[in-house]
């Protein structure tokens, strides 16, 4: 039995070369731990672009630390199906366990609730001391969270956001003020592309897999056949270098338009102006610093206005970082959050997994998270999370489908968008009214609706539009919930405008859309 002074963990979400487990590692006596297993692969039902997205990047990883010289012991799925089945953190871990004589087990908190509980008990039972890291990864620690948030009755993102600014100078100005003048440039990017809609979108940026990544694509695909869409097509950045490729490819092409467009949506379009930098970051292969710097550079050398780098600055200072807060601040129990009372049962529609629906804004998001297990985060809000908080679907469930449908998935992210901003399950910790809407929100901001069958001006009739009829349902059925509500004012006062026939007409065609008789 070898003898280990520290067995460092390494998870697939943490392949930083700075993070704290390396800062007392000694390649004589330590071992690193990685670890494939199926437990993570399948506890959802994950696509098999995301499957690739974790397993060719952990590797290359894998391949890195041996370079330089950091001894590991990887666990790798095989391509046979057959061999390590029900494999898990804790099985694996406890067999490296009674394998080894560790004397400390290392590791940085996982961005998973769940996985930090598993290893948890798995180093306890073993009888063998341990030592958890912070994340330092991240701008906010938990412990500094902690003590913004307690004593608040409500934890806005705008006051966390304006603190974060403050606290590490970003587009503060000399004065202490903020860039420009003010704080928030959101009313100057809610563009839509008008009837030509986007005019010379630069191509978008990939990486060809190498021998490696290949492997794991054969494997997810013998192994993992019948989980949900493909991974042929498979592009994403597998190493730190390239994602600061697909980092300064933004900077330069994309983000100058970001701020005006960011919440625009375009048939065929799945990018947009978008960075697709979120898987690299949840993976720890860029830091949220990096990318913030890079972006306020920009801005200094006058390549990209300030709406556009503020926007892109508030999604990883501001709302990244608050997002993290909340779930740390408030799990395990925000996961049983269900503020509407949707039924336990009530799951995602099925076309939410093979994109088999005459919806043209739901088809066409569908046919582009089969293929990039990726959405932009409007598609992701205001279609297919606002079909199913209009459908009914339980908050857990949606998210259980968000972290099996998107490549840059993470429970620590995932969740508190999921259940709460989009669902609204858990009553407005996240978002100070529900994020419903009409068809007639998709008609503005894309082109969908001018080839769709279903109009998004009517709730009744043949062509009425499911958002629609399923907006107005939902207004109905949860008028209660909504009426303290000031920000739902001017909705609630519009249930009185229809009459009785309206309603019966409404909550019947509601009924059979969840039958699934119309889509």
């Not at 806005?156 to 003048?181: A, Q, S």
């Not at 056949?225 to 994309?254: K, M, N, W």
Request: with cysteine; glycine share 6%; charged share 25%.
């Amino acid at each position: 039995m070898s003898k280990i002074r520290q067995l460092v963990l390494v998870f697939g979400d943490q392949l930083n070369h700075d993070s704290a487990v390396w800062d007392d590692f000694d390649s004589r006596v330590d071992r690193v731990w990685m670890a494939e297993n199926d437990r993570e692969a399948t506890h959802v039902w994950c696509h098999q672009y995301r499957l690739v997205a974790f397993f060719a990047p952990m590797r290359h990883f894998r391949d890195e630390l041996a370079a330089a010289g950091k001894p590991t012991i990887y666990h790798a799925l095989p391509a046979d199906r057959r061999r390590a089945r029900g494999s898990s953190f804790s099985s694996l871990l406890g067999k490296t366990l009674r394998e080894h004589d560790v004397q400390r087990v290392v590791w940085v908190t996982p961005g998973d609730y769940r996985v930090a509980e598993q290893i948890r008990q798995t180093v306890d039972e073993c009888g063998i001391d341990y030592q958890q890291l912070p994340d330092r990864h991240f701008y906010c620690s938990t412990d500094r969270w902690k003590r913004w948030a307690d004593g608040r009755r409500s934890l806005l993102l705008e006051t966390f956001y304006r603190t974060m600014r403050k606290e590490h100078h970003v587009l503060i100005d000399r004065d202490g003020e903020p860039e420009g003048g003010q704080w928030n440039y959101d009313h100057d990017n809610r563009g839509s592309f008008g009837k030509e809609g986007p005019a010379d979108l630069p191509p978008v940026p990939g990486f060809p897999p190498d021998q490696t990544t290949r492997d794991v694509i054969e494997m997810v695909k013998r192994r993992f056949r019948e989980h949900p869409g493909e991974c042929d097509s498979f592009d994403l950045p597998v190493t730190r270098d390239q994602a600061r490729t697909l980092l300064q490819d933004f900077i330069e092409y994309r983000l100058p338009y970001f701020g005006t467009y960011q919440d625009a949506m375009w048939r065929g379009e799945t990018l947009l102006y978008h960075s697709r930098l979120s898987h690299a970051m949840n993976l720890h292969l860029l830091s949220p610093r990096e990318t913030v710097d890079a972006a306020v550079n920009a801005y200094r050398r006058g390549d990209v206005p300030l709406n556009a780098t503020e926007g892109f600055v508030r999604q990883i200072l501001g709302w990244r970082e608050y997002v993290r807060g909340v779930y740390w601040h408030q799990m395990p129990r925000y996961e049983q959050l269900n503020a509407l009372r949707c039924d336990p049962d009530q799951d995602v529609p099925g076309f939410f997994w093979d994109g088999d629906t005459s919806m043209a804004c739901v088809a066409d998001a569908m046919e582009g998270l089969k293929r990039h297990a990726y959405a932009h985060h409007i598609v992701r809000l205001m279609v297919l999370g606002l079909f199913a908080q209009l459908y009914g679907t339980h908050p857990l469930r949606f998210h259980q489908w968000h972290m099996a449908m998107y490549a840059d998935a993470v429970d620590w992210v995932s969740l508190p968008n999921a259940l709460g901003m989009s669902q609204y399950g858990d009553g407005g910790r996240m978002a100070s009214k529900p994020y419903c809407a009409s068809g007639k929100y998709i008609q503005r901001m894309s082109n969908y609706c001018r080839s769709c069958r279903f109009n998004p001006a009517n709730a009744t009739g043949e062509d009425a539009c499911p958002f629609t009829t399923l907006y107005w349902d939902f207004l109905d059925r949860h008028q209660e919930d909504f009426r303290g509500n000031p920000r739902m004012r001017l909705q609630l006062k519009n249930l009185s405008r229809k009459s009785p026939e309206q309603w019966a007409a409404i909550r019947g065609r509601a009924e059979r859309i969840r039958r699934g008789e119309i889509l």
